[in-house]
């Protein structure tokens, strides 16, 4: 993995934990030394990633994306189409949550950020494991999107709207 692709990755694990993560875990999960982890966590926090650095490992204190929500809706054919498109035009799919009549709001964190990350996904979707939570929504779902700019959130917006997979809020 590359250097950028991993330090992408290493900020989607940070932003998906509310605790903090150890520096083993992340070599781990990352397949580096913690030596690459300590010079990766250094160049996040210049990119402008507020990250803590504690005992108990790092916190992603407050990050610097815009995020927005949208509420979509389309066939389980068309995920793999809805993902690729965020993700191609800089955007992180951080959640999917639905509104459930009797339970209310049932969230499930992504962190998709990466080709690799969607294929990882729909991996565990096709084989079976599980299914997909807007299914028991009809097709209707959010998903919290992050990006680093508003024009890049505007950008995909209207690229979901362009495909049918935006559904007006009332």
């Not at 949208?70 to 639905?98: N, P, S």
Request: net charge neutral.
């Amino acid at each position: 993995m590359k250097a950028e692709a991993r330090r992408k990755e290493l900020i989607g694990i940070l932003l998906s934990e509310a605790e903090p993560v150890s520096g083993a875990v992340l070599s781990e999960r990352l397949g580096v030394s913690r030596q690459i982890i300590v010079q990766d966590i250094s160049m996040v926090k210049a990119m402008g990633y507020e990250i803590l650095s504690t005992h108990r490992g790092y916190l992603l204190q407050k990050s610097p994306l815009c995020e927005r929500v949208f509420k979509v809706r389309h066939t389980g054919a068309q995920t793999e189409d809805e993902l690729t498109c965020i993700v191609g035009l800089g955007g992180i799919v951080a959640d999917v949550f639905v509104w459930h009549k009797v339970y209310g709001r049932i969230t499930a964190p992504l962190n998709i950020c990466s080709f690799h990350h969607i294929a990882q996904f729909l991996e565990g979707v096709r084989s079976g494991k599980s299914v997909e939570l807007m299914s028991i929504t009809g097709g209707y779902h959010y998903h919290t999107i992050r990006a680093e700019t508003e024009e890049q959130l505007d950008r995909i917006g209207r690229v979901l709207d362009e495909k049918g997979y935006t559904v007006p809020e009332l």
